[in-house]
């Protein structure tokens, strides 16, 4: 992939080595599943843009390095295992898509690190959570062990929406990665593996166990959309602060919204990444399936 005029300049330094800049993730994007470039109009698309530089910032300004490779949920993994304390990235990328996928994930990254401890890796979620607790957390305490990981994250979830809408205007449905929060409910028979030190927990599995696992997330989501409807000014007073501590330290400066949002996408190379963030090339993925796959469910409001 190579970036084009909007996009050159000195590449940032990430965690791991040379990294895509958000400038690049913006000014190189490809046709995305939900063909938001077509379906939204341009005002929309120019806050949309407005809304990934904000967030970036604000992150950036945390001390966090946002990594916008598609592949996001690799690099997400790829932390997971190594579990590193002192590890500064966050994966928010997960795709091809901007103005839905990418704008969805930074505003939950956001509300992770509003609801967290941003002096922290991963604002102070540990990496071995939802599915499993430190080894020395005895089993009958695990339940409230992760009550505080499934308050956070119902807030992260539920909160995408009404901070994009309040914040930055956003009208259209963003995207998040599932239909529902990602939760550590004890009492099931789902086993997933663990980083080391992290004890696998028996947990209610969101695909097999339905019927238990969404009454308990949206019982959850409601209380954190009345968390964040109360705090809403709070919320944004310290979006303020990291933001205009990371626009101080922006690598190079930025294109205008108003170009950015007017630059058509790119067409598919068959040997590029796959658009669906998949890390295959997408000739080996979406391409055999003669479809661009669309996965990423429309958030609930």
């Known amino acids: 992939m190579h970036p084009g005029p909007l996009a050159r300049g000195r590449r940032a330094s990430g965690p791991a080595g040379p990294m895509i800049t958000v400038v690049e993730a913006l000014t190189t994007h490809r046709i995305c599943p939900c063909d938001c470039f077509a379906v939204l109009s341009p005002e929309d698309r120019v806050a949309g843009i407005r809304a990934v530089y904000d967030l970036d910032d604000a992150l950036r300004g945390w001390g966090y390095t946002p990594l916008y490779d598609v592949h996001g949920d690799l690099l997400w993994k790829q932390a997971q295992a190594k579990n590193d304390p002192t590890y500064r ?14 704008a969805g994930s930074m505003l939950h990254e956001v509300l992770h690190a509003l609801s967290g401890d941003v002096t922290q890796a991963n604002y102070g979620v540990l990496f071995g959570l939802p599915y499993g607790v430190p080894e020395d957390v005895p089993p009958s305490e695990e339940e ?3 009550a505080p990981f499934n308050d956070g994250e119902a807030r992260a979830w539920a909160g995408v929406w009404m901070l994009g809408q309040h914040r930055y205007g956003i009208s259209w449905d963003l995207r998040t990665a599932r239909d529902i929060g990602t939760y550590g409910f004890v009492g099931g028979n789902a086993l997933v593996s663990v980083p080391k030190g992290f004890r696998p927990v028996a947990h209610i599995d969101r695909q097999h166990h339905a019927e238990r696992y969404y009454p308990r997330g949206r019982k959850l989501e409601a209380q954190a959309r009345a968390w964040v409807e109360a705090r809403m000014g709070e919320l944004c007073e310290r979006i303020d602060e990291a933001a205009a501590r990371g626009h101080k330290s922006r690598p190079r400066q930025y294109p205008d919204p108003e170009r950015v949002a007017t630059a058509a996408p790119r067409k598919i190379g068959r040997n590029d990444p796959c658009v669906c963030g998949s890390a295959k090339k997408f000739k080996q993925c979406c391409a055999v399936r003669g479809t661009l796959a ?7 409001r």
């Open 89 to 102: 990235g966050v994966a928010v990328r997960f795709g091809e898509c901007i103005y839905r996928r990418l």
């Open 294 to 300: 669309d996965y990423h469910p429309a958030m609930s």
């Open 144 to 146: 409230a062990f992760l």
